[in-house]
């Protein structure tokens, strides 16, 4: 069975920074790409960034390009999102999808149950 | 602003067929493939049908997807109560070498 699992979402304040983690189970990790998604509240699903299954290609939306670093440990079937300066508009709830080839970097049949992040003063 | 547009509403009664909606440019519809994606009240969104137009495990026949040129359509015949939900497009982007969803569209079965 498929399983994903967020974690390390909070309150954290502007400025600030957290690392979001996915750890995925059922299936072979490194042969398919992952990806972060988001949704703000009362909003639409928004793209976050994506990575290829060996680690080895990352894409980013220009909303975290330069802030946020996506990664993986495929030793630990962990996926990963290191977020810094952190602002009020990434306040939402941070979903980790399975792509559906090692290149695929469009989110796939299993979504994790998301994290919430809250930025605020 | 989405670089998908969808329509933010759709509504029919229950047993109609309705269509969504998802308009693009020639740099990510026009071609690349589409997903679609439905989310229920309170929950994640799950995928409805890839980008081979195949629908996932478990949704049933009544959905389907087609695509032509830069505009993608995702048809619900049947209608039923528990398709209430919100529903994403979602293309990769040539261009901008990223992944672009559409606004999404509010599903009402009145």
């Known amino acids: 069975e498929v399983q994903m699992l967020e974690s390390g979402g909070g309150l954290v304040q502007p400025g600030g920074s957290l690392r979001l983690s996915c750890a995925a189970s059922?299936?072979?990790?490194?042969?398919?790409?992952m990806s972060w998604v988001r949704q703000a509240p009362g909003k639409g699903l928004e793209w976050v960034a994506s990575?290829?299954?060996?680690?080895?290609?990352?894409y980013y939306a220009d909303s975290g390009k330069g802030r946020f670093t996506i990664s993986r440990d495929n030793s630990q079937n962990t996926l990963f999102l290191e977020m810094d300066s952190l602002r009020v508009e990434d306040t939402a709830v941070y979903y980790c999808?399975?792509?559906?080839?090692?290149?695929?970097?469009?989110?796939?049949?299993?979504w994790g149950q998301g994290t919430l992040v809250t930025v605020s003063s | 602003q989405s670089v998908l547009t969808q329509p933010p509403s759709a509504s029919g009664t229950p047993g109609q067929r309705v269509t969504i909606s998802c308009s693009g440019t020639?740099?990510?519809?026009?071609?690349?493939?589409v997903n679609w994606y439905q989310q229920l009240p309170g929950t994640a969104p799950k995928l409805l049908i890839d980008?081979?137009?195949l629908r996932s495990s478990g949704v049933p026949d009544r959905f389907s997807a087609s695509k032509s040129g830069t505009s993608a359509s995702l048809a619900i015949s049947g209608l039923q109560s528990d398709d209430e939900a919100d529903y994403y497009c979602a293309a990769w982007d040539g261009s901008l070498n990223v992944v672009v969803f559409g606004g999404g569209t509010k599903l009402t079965v009145l």
């Open positions: 020639s740099s990510n519809i026009g071609s690349h493939t």
């Open positions: 999808a399975k792509g559906a080839s090692q290149y695929e970097s469009k989110p796939g049949d299993f």
């Open positions: 059922g299936f072979s990790f490194s042969s398919y790409a």
């Open positions: 980008s081979r137009n």
């Open positions: 990575i290829g299954g060996t680690g080895d290609t990352t």
